[in-house]
């Protein structure tokens, strides 16, 4: 009975000096965690949409689709198995989960936020939009550029079984297949405290495990994978163009450290490079241009974290890539039991 005391009082001692040293860490978990469970709670199964008579056919397609993806994506690219996607958690037509991202002013540079069994993160979720809000706030008074956005996928990585969005049904086949396969890589491969090496990853195969899965699903000459290639070489032509902006802001950025420059003059001159960059991207010549059409708005101005997020989605495409044909001849199971393999103690 001691014993067991001494370790009841162990407990409590850490509790309370992680309360101390944590405490805003506990709060927000405890609010993720609400939130979380709602909408893991408020999920249907697919099963019952698919046997309800008044559940719309159009959106059955879709349920019956992403089924099949995700049992593509484990049976023939070997991503993990799991009960993701069985299940629909129905939005209303609202955001589920905003994100937050920031970004030194004058460096391309990342804010990041720790968690315990992730590491550090260049992004911090919140399914309250005012806590964002506030948390953003707070940022922007530090002086750093920041992002608030709302997404429509993310991956608990393995401890929950995610729930479809009602929002993803709005996608094609090929951007549902791109998504799901994104985020089933997630829930298969986590290296602890690598953002970049993640996204990229997931980035990588969901990209062309969707092409594998389309050939297979409605044929090579068909219409859908024409339309899905088509797209993925937009996000490629618009993902270097922004890159080439980026090495230029980091040059800009760079000459700042040796300049008396005020801050309103170096201000102006990011701005300035910033607008150049994007209307310079009428010389792009996209397969669907009216996607990108709000680059050339004179109201659209973005600023670090925005320039951030190819580093950290796309950053590293060239690299699985080589690897992927060199070693692995195009098999992704092969190459994903190698990566795991790899990254087995990280």
Known sequence: ?????KCIYAVLLVSLISGLLYGDLIEYGIHQGIGQFHILYDAVPVSELLDDP???????????LIQEIREFAIDSLGLNDSESYKKLYDQKGEPALWVLTAAKPFQLEQYEWYFPFLGGLGYKGFFVKEKALREEEELIALDFDTDLGAVNAWSTLGFFNDPILSNMLEKSPGGLARLIIHELTHGTLYVKGEDAFNENLATFVGDNGAIVFMK?????NSFELERYVGALNDIEKYSDHMTRGTALLYELYTGFKDSSYPEEKKRALKNALIRSILQSSDTISFHGRDSYSYLLDPDYMPNNTYFMSFKRYRGKQNMFQEEFDSSFAGDFSEYLTYLKESFASH
């Open 1 to 5: 009975m001691r014993r067991r005391n």
């Open 54 to 64: 008044d559940y719309p056919e159009d959106q059955k397609v879709k349920l019956r």
């Open 216 to 220: 297979h699903k409605f044929g090579e």
